[in-house]
């Protein structure tokens, strides 16, 4: 403020008398001007800026550069952000500030309640399925799999491979696992889905899915991968035994086929210490075959 001052009236006052009114050595006074000197060049762009802004206030020094761009006027990011700061020219944008769903606020309000396994002991058969998803990557990108994976069998009875991790892939896999289970004439009032509470899990589509059977509803605590260790288990072992064959997948349809071709084996031929070196379509047979005797 004070050299804009000196800079109007230094003029018709003199520019001693300017610095002893505004107390202002001469020292600070050149060493401010040769500073703020490069910014003087592009005074003739203040308006033009100021007219982006304006006219466009959802735009960031990104947008404002390409926008410059556009009327043939090269600026660098680093100059344009130097002006935008020195000129106060305050960017309009509007900040969205996430809105906690009613589901999100009432997981909230249960805090470590959210978990339903937590001092359960060993669930039985068909009565805990955990849900996650992982990210695998291939030649040219990414994608996500989804997938649900019954506690004591070890298997995996809902799966599906999408581009985004959004709502619709869980809803998915969702009802695959449903499906499963009514085929093996389970009662899904007695089954507990247990996942994070990432927003995808804490939908209202995906947690209607589940309420509309009346399954019960369990996620892990905030920040607790701890929480949900048998998808943890299990997409470290996927990643470990297939990872560099998805690498190697030239598109995605390639990488999904491979995906499907890894789970399969793993629910049909893979041996599990955990049960009894068994695969979990093998497991299963054995339990349900030993519960009819």
Known sequence: MKMELIKQHAGVYGLNRCLNVL???????YYQLRRDEPLSKYEHLRAVITKIIAENPAYGYRRIKHELLGLGIVLNHKPLRTLLKAWGLTLHRKI?????????????ELGERVNLLRGMGAPQLFE????????????????????????VSKRLIGSSVAKSPDSGLVVGVCRQAKAYLKKMGIDLSGVIFHQDQGSVYTSYDYVGELVKDCVKISYSRVGTPSDNPEMESFFGRLKDEWADVFAAAQSESEVIKLIKEALSYYNERRRHSSIDYLAPDDFIKRELTAATV
């Open 128 to 151: 805990v399925v955990f849900s996650d998803i992982t990210e695998i990557r291939y030649a040219y990108g990414k994608v996500y799999l989804g997938a649900s994976l019954e506690a």
């Open 23 to 29: 107390g202002v050595a001469k020292s600070t006074y």
């Open 96 to 108: 969205k500030r996430k809105v906690k769903s009613g589901i999100a606020t009432i997981l909230d």
